[in-house]
């Protein structure tokens, strides 16, 4: 199983970035997919859930309304949609996937960073 996540950087306050991950190694369109999070000093936290035939079933209270997840069965690719971006969104961003009798599964992580 291999986890890759790409769309991470820098940006201002207001502003949006679309991260990707991109998994193999496993029948993607068979599993839900998540996103999680880890500011500094901070425990890792999940972000958003996506099922596997794509209706969201889980946001964090916090990016309510901002972020959206989805996902193409087709290209086997998670998004997360992050739109009115806040400092307190910086954080290092994960794709997991959970498979049941398989175990958790993590990619290396991308960087967000919100700062004027």
């Known amino acids: 199983v291999q986890l890759v996540e790409s769309g991470g950087g820098l940006v201002q306050p207001g502003g949006s970035l679309r991260l990707s991950c991109a998994a193999s190694?496993?029948?993607?369109?068979?599993?839900?997919m998540n996103w999680y999070r880890q500011a500094p000093g901070k425990e890792r936290e999940s972000v958003a859930t996506?099922?596997?035939?794509?209706?969201?079933?889980y946001y964090v209270d916090s990016v309510k309304g901002r972020f959206t997840i989805s996902r193409d069965n087709a290209k086997n690719t998670v998004y997360l949609q992050m739109n009115s971006l806040k400092p307190e969104d910086t954080a290092v961003y994960y794709c997991?996937?959970?498979?049941?009798?398989?175990?958790?599964?993590w990619g290396q992580g991308t960087q967000v960073t919100v700062s004027s």
């Open positions: 190694g496993f029948t993607f369109s068979s599993y839900a």
């Open positions: 997991n996937a959970d498979l049941p009798f398989f175990g958790s599964y």
């Open positions: 996506i099922t596997r035939a794509g209706g969201s079933i």
